[in-house]
């Protein structure tokens, strides 16, 4: 494994963290001439409240996006130094998501991290990636609650971890994004429970 030195892992974990603050949904909405997207729905500048501007194309755009920057980040570490040892990954991949969520340009307050997560797992096991995706969708199909979809899509990453050998570093990681998930997702948990959850396709 190549040694990487301090000076480099701070570099990356900085790169990560700002790309991950990168608010494309709200950059997007704008664009598009939509006001600002913290001001529609549920407030937040991901993919499933872009949707309820009525935009479908905008709202797919936004959670590619958001799951490129996850996946980008960890690709980076990986082309410059292809053989270092994966824990620097893991420490790009939370540094990437915390970004998302806590971004410097919007006063710590960002996105749910669904799809940046979906795109961390992308690039660091893309079995867990296409996995939890699949899951995703099956749920959003069969329920069309996009918070239950992703809390469930996100807590499987955990056994999964598991299961292709990640080793205790990687499961690690798969319990603190899925905490970061399910604590960001803390209010439609609680609409969960009481039936008052909007479903997706409702403005």
Not at 84 to 98: G, N, R, S
């Amino acid at each position: 494994m190549t040694e990487v030195t301090i000076p480099m892992q701070i570099v990356f974990i900085v790169l990560a963290y700002l790309l991950g603050s990168i608010p494309f949904g709200l950059i997007l909405t704008r664009l598009a001439g939509l006001g600002d997207i913290r001001q529609i729905g549920s407030g937040n500048i991901g993919a499933t409240n872009v949707l309820r501007t009525g935009n479908r194309g905008l709202a797919a755009l936004t959670l590619i996006l958001d799951a490129v920057k996850g996946a980008a980040a960890i690709l980076l570490v990986r082309l410059i130094y292809p053989n270092a040892d994966p824990t620097l990954a893991y420490a790009v991949a939370m540094a990437v998501i915390i970004g998302h969520i806590f971004p410097l340009w919007l006063g710590f307050k960002g996105g749910k991290g669904v799809a940046t997560v979906l795109g961390i797992w992308l690039a660091l096991c893309w079995p867990i990636g296409v996995i939890g995706a699949l899951v995703w969708v099956l749920m959003l199909l069969a329920f069309r609650y996009s918070s239950l979809s992703a809390l469930v899509a996100v807590i499987i990453s955990v056994p999964l971890a598991w299961v292709f050998d990640l080793g205790f570093a990687g499961v690690y990681l798969a319990l603190i994004l899925t905490a970061l998930i399910w604590w960001r997702h803390r209010d439609n948990i609680v609409r969960l429970l009481k039936g008052t959850e909007s479903r997706v396709g409702k403005k």
